[in-house]
């Protein structure tokens, strides 16, 4: 949609720093009146941003496609999205193929939040999400899984999501969307926009703008806490 009114997106451009009006690039410096930090996971790459978000993995696998009777004997007939009440989230759909696509948590978190591509196809935590399918639904037998994959999102220390922007700097923020993003950075992205702009709107009056979080703790305190706290709920 961008590029069609003529947006020129720069690609493989590398923030080095985000300050007030400025944005420096390992290869120029944007400047402009509002900036928008929106880089979720990634966000610990920038200078003293460490602390701000965690990153987390969230893996999937897919079915191959199946027939409308197992969906029928599954519930998934109108083609619902599903979750259950269990601590280490997990979710799925039907997909236009007629796959069902499943993922949820598993992979540990790496120490000082690094970001692992390796850990995106972490054998481990893909079996224990087939091991969780099938046991959701018996009707599947034994259906090939014929995708794994996975990707990693940013968890603020409060686990909630935010939207920001101080008019007086130019800098806005969104995200922490802690694997929710998908539908949550649509109405972020309108909701910068009114505050931008100045537009008063039910948007701008939601319960999460203007949320702040404290930093994550310091390694090796983090590192501790989150492994901990990931094996109790695994346990729960």
Known sequence: VLEAR??????QSEVTSITPKTVATAAAT????????????YTR?????????????SLMVA??????AIFDEIGLANRQTFADDRYMVIYGQRTQENRIA????????????RIVPALEKHAQSHEGIVASLRELFPALGDAEITHRWGGVL?????????VRFDPKTGL????????EGVAAANLAGRTLADLIVGNGSDRTTLPWVGVTSRKWEP??????GVRGSRALLGQA
């Open 102 to 113: 499943f993922g949820g948590r598993g992979v540990p978190y790496a120490f000082g939040s």
């Open 45 to 57: 790459d920038l200078p003293g941003e460490r602390r701000t978000l965690i990153p987390i993995y």
């Open 154 to 162: 940013g968890a603020p220390r409060n686990w909630k999501p935010s």
């Open 172 to 179: 806005g923020t969104a995200g922490g969307y802690v694997g």
């Open 63 to 68: 079915t191959e496609p199946l027939g409308d």
């Open 6 to 11: 003529g947006v020129v997106i720069y690609e």
């Open 219 to 224: 390694e090796p305190l983090r590192f501790v």
């Open 30 to 41: 944007v400047t402009a009146d509002v900036v928008i930090r929106a880089t979720e996971a």
